[in-house]
């Protein structure tokens, strides 16, 4: 399998050697070490920052699932990416946006596939947006906890889920 990506405004052809089925718990290994997840990370040396780095995942079908962009971004240790002016998109299968989340700074731990953040952080969704201080996001499942000071705006599709039975006070 080949993938192209757009790292640090270069395109570069990742081979990824050894593909196996996710059913069999096969761990699919790349040159130079690692997993078809952190496959590309190789190409960051440890303590060099990056500018304007756009990180795709896709699923086992090879459709795209999310692209995190970072502003800044610095890989800490073999497995953990500190990034600046962070926006993860994520899409469902038939690529329509499911939900944008925007932060200052993050922590990413390739071994977890979790998303960490102590600054303000923004949720947006098609029903909802939701703000907080602090995120643990798993990008595996979609699934996170904000922490802190969390304000939410829930978007109805219609008046009629607003109003009781039997219609508005009043009338």
């Known amino acids: 399998m080949r993938r192209l990506a757009l790292l640090s405004g270069l395109w570069v052809s990742v081979l990824i050697a050894g593909e196996g089925s996710r059913e069999q718990g096969a761990t699919i290994t790349v040159p130079g070490g690692g997993t078809k997840e952190d496959a590309g990370f190789d190409l960051f040396p440890v303590g060099k920052p990056w500018r304007d780095v756009r990180l795709p995942r ?80 798993d990008t595996g499942s979609g699934k996170g906890k904000l922490n802190g000071n969390v304000e939410m705006v829930i978007y109805a599709s219609s008046l009629e889920k607003l109003q009781p039975p039997g219609g508005m006070p009043g009338q």
Do not use: N, V, W
């Not at 699932?65 to 990416?81: D, F, G, Y």
């Not at 469902?92 to 922590?107: N, Q, V």
């Open 58 to 137: 896709y699923d086992e079908k090879d459709r795209l699932t999310s692209i995190m962009h970072s502003e800044i971004l610095t890989r800490e240790a073999r497995q953990l990416l500190q990034m600046e002016g962070l926006t993860l998109a994520m899409f469902e299968p038939d690529r329509t946006l499911s939900l944008r989340l925007k932060t200052a700074k993050g922590i990413y731990d390739l071994a977890t596939k979790e998303l960490k953040t102590r600054t303000k952080t923004f949720i947006e969704h098609p029903r909802f947006d939701m703000q907080g201080d602090s995120l643990i996001f």
